[in-house]
Nanobody, 115 residues
């Protein structure tokens, strides 16, 4: 059974930083493309960042230069380091694991950027 557990969401002031973590189990983690998505109230879920098994990383234009995705295959964990946070980054952030047409989601973690 695939399980993705996100953590690290919090309330932070604009300009602050957070690091999200997603611990995976039930999959051969190293072969999966891991991604972070987010969904703000009233908006569609959108891709924030993804990292493939070869290490290539893709980012949404809105977070380039501020967010960094990384993975630790030994710990079956993917991270999202978020710096220079803005109020528009407020959303529920979801972890995704994808391989060969299979897509798995975590339960989400709330990030709120507000003064």
């Amino acid at each position: 059974q695939v399980q993705l557990v996100e953590s690290g969401g919090d309330l932070v002031q604009p300009g602050g930083s957070l690091r999200l973590s997603c611990a995976a189990s039930g999959i051969i983690f190293s072969i999966y493309t891991m991604g972070w998505y987010r969904q703000a109230p009233g908006k569609q879920r959108e891709l924030v960042a993804a990292i493939i098994r070869g290490g290539r990383k893709d980012y949404a234009d809105s977070v380039k230069g501020r967010f960094t995705i990384s993975r630790d295959n030994a710990k079956n964990t993917v991270y999202l380091q978020m710096n220079s946070l803005k109020p528009e980054d407020t959303a529920v952030y979801y972890c995704n694991a994808a391989f060969a047409g299979n897509s798995n989601w975590g339960q989400g973690t709330q990030v709120t950027v507000s003064s």
